[in-house]
């Protein structure tokens, strides 16, 4: 059923709907919409979120030491677990605690037993790394293929995935569940512009997989080459990975003659696929209770904010084996809402995040941290301890340009310049994988701060 609009207007393009209207009805083929799981009653939902949480809880106890050693110090073992609100006497978990255990001390299953790894980008110079079991990719592709499903894709679909293939959980997260889901999955990976919009025609994609700048950047160049993606058989894009907007959804939903559907995750949870929107409200990304407890908290007391306030995103696992997580802080913006949802869904709706409350930035899908490009240029002899990262919005794409200064003591000439900016440019490209332009700049020229140093000039457009 693909979009046949040759010849008519845009708005004809996306009048043209996929939207479901009745609940979400069981699928033919390899995926099963799973019923009991999805519109299950919350308070059955409740009954096996306090089952799993034991189990998850108890499985953090035997096997990391990290998680023992802090419910001991409480007094507290996993039997003791009587209510889900028992949850929130238990500390908080940070990426941090990650970091102090690299690589593979939160594991909760022997190395041998981990069939995969993937790092996304910690706070300094070492990633964060996560694991898999066999059945934690399992339940992953599981996850993925229901919420592909929820957005609107199905058996028998062509899903070309311009998510980044490799450590981050994006590319093979969406590769697992569309083919768990029935689908022909096209491993695009991104880059290659011209090359996706051949593809995307060619093959014939009905779903698109991509963060949502990718996705404009996509109908930008088709736009410039002359190709009406709009005309393709594109009909859903599952776009995340990234902060983005209702009016960054209408553009790409007018641009592309799709209809833009919102997915979210996080490597240290698992990736992709932890919660997605429904094609039938596109209003909210539904949480996967039976996998995840969500919790929203003040950032800085720390409590629960009450049902349906703006806090920082707290999730624990309910399933995982080898990378148990126990109230991990997110710093993700968001609220959560139980209200029915029109595709008959019961899960709660995890509101649109609207940024984050540390300062990591997301440069074209990449995570990066300040102190991460600090920890590259402490490494570098000629360069000062002085920088400031600028982030702008070129057309569609974020750009990030690392301002910084030569020590006092050469003369910045022209030539040397250029030599230390490409350096820069070179380590932070392979150690943080994130594309920077590098401005050299007079020794003094960045701005000193009398107090907390400004690292960032965020000079995007304001998400609504
Ligand atoms: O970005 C996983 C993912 C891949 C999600 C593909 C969706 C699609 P990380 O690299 O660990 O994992 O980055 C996680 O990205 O804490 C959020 O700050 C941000 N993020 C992810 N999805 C969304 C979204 C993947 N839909 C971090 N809206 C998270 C806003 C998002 N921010």
Known sequence: MGIQTRGKSSAAVKKKSVVRKSAPRRAAGAYKFDAAAETMPRAEIARLQLRRLKTSLKNAYDNV??????MKAL??????LKHLDDLAGLPFTLKTDLRDHYPFGMFARPRTEVVRLHASSGTTGKPTVVGYTAKDIATWADLMARSMACAGSRPGDVIHNAYGYGLFTG???????????????????????ERQIVLITDFGARVLCATPSYALAIAEVAEKEGVDLRRSKLEIGIF?????????????EARLGLKAVDIYGLSEIMGPGVACECVEAQAGLHGWEDHFLFEVIDPDSGKAVKDGEAGELVISTLTKEALPMIR?????????????????RTHVRIKRITGRNDDMLIIRGVNVYPSQIEAVLVGL?????????????????DHLTVEVEMVPNIVPTPELRKVVGAAVQHHIKSIIGVTADVLVKEPG????????????????PKLN
């Open 65 to 70: 030491p990290f998680h023992r050693r802090r």
């Open 75 to 80: 007094g507290f073992e996993p039997g003791d």
């Open 171 to 193: 590319g093979l997260g969406a590769h697992y569940g569309a083919e768990r889901l029935g689908a022909t999955v096209v491993p695009m990976s991104g880059g290659s512009t």
């Open 240 to 252: 995340g990975a990234e902060p983005w907007s209702e009016a960054m959804r209408r553009e790409v």
């Open 328 to 344: 991990y802080r997110t710093r993700d913006i968001t609220r959560l809402s139980t209200e029915r949802c029109a595709c008959g």
């Open 381 to 397: 002899p000629d360069v000062a301890p002085h920088y400031q990262l600028v982030v702008e919005r070129k057309g569609t794409l």
């Open 445 to 460: 020229e960045i701005p000193r701060s009398m107090g907390k140093a400004v690292r960032v000039r965020d000079l995007r």
